[in-house]
């Protein structure tokens, strides 16, 4: 039996100086690279309501990260650790992997990459569909996709940012009208948002997939994920 990951709910409320765009926009950044999904919003006392569902163990990282506030320098650290990490990672490059474990990697609950992308007839419809990657992409480039989801992002597929009167939401675009647009913000997750309530709307910097796939998988499954997708070279 696969054991999946418990799903839980928490409500945040945040107090001091955090009422305005940049701390609700630190939170949704936040909550998304945590792999979190939910909201954040100003309420009429000054403080703000965070909303986020996911495993429990992200929701603690979660907490003490919003109790630590949103210092830019603090993203761009992250960020520069990140690229190190991946320095890191390039003897995965060089290691043999099993495409057969790739596959179940992919389709396992441990990565889930399946939940989000499409290869062949099987999986999700959040991400690319990378049926054929494996001949448009390089090993390294793979390798950085997976890594560092938010250094690049394919056409059709960007993140979305939309801040509204009380809400930030981060999603992919899955319909724009006169009316309303609507984000794709998780797998089997979206929300209808009329044109009416938005303030701003740009492309997010920010990917919907999490980072940190180098630790939740080995360098031998890591391998093996390339092994896999470097192995789907036709449609």
């Known amino acids: 039996m696969v054991k999946t990951k418990r799903v839980a709910a928490k409500r945040y409320f945040v107090s001091g100086r955090v009422q305005g765009v940049a701390f609700r926009a630190f939170a949704q950044y936040t909550a998304v690279e945590l792999g979190l999904a939910g909201y954040a919003r100003n309420l009429d006392d000054g403080r703000v309501e965070v909303y986020a569902t996911g495993p429990a163990a992200q929701l603690e990282l979660l907490k003490q990260r919003l109790s630590r506030g949103p ?9 520069r650790s990140l690229r190190e990490n991946l320095s890191r990672l ?3 490059l060089r290691m043999r992997g099993d495409a057969a474990r790739g596959r179940q990697i992919f389709f396992g609950a441990k990565a889930a990459c399946s939940s989000c992308h499409t290869i062949g ?3 999700g419809q959040v991400g690319p569909d990378l049926t054929a990657i494996g001949a448009i992409r390089s090993p390294h480039d793979l390798l ?3 890594v560092l989801p938010s250094a690049s992002f394919v056409p059709g597929h960007e993140s979305y940012r939309v801040e509204t009167k009380r809400d ?3 999603g992919v675009l899955r319909e724009r009208s006169p009316d309303a647009v609507v984000l794709i913000t998780g797998p089997g997750d979206e929300i209808w948002i009329p044109r009416a309530d938005i303030l701003k709307m740009e492309t997010s910097t920010v990917s919907l997939m999490p980072d940190g796939y180098d630790e939740v998988l080995t360098h031998g499954e890591l391998a093996d994920l390339l092994a896999y997708l470097r192995a789907q070279v036709s449609r």
């Open 144 to 146: 950085e996709a997976i």
């Open 121 to 123: 007839a099987d999986g």
């Open 71 to 79: 210092l830019l320098a603090r993203v761009e650290e992250q960020r």
């Open 90 to 92: 390039e003897p995965v």
């Open 168 to 170: 930030v939401y981060v």
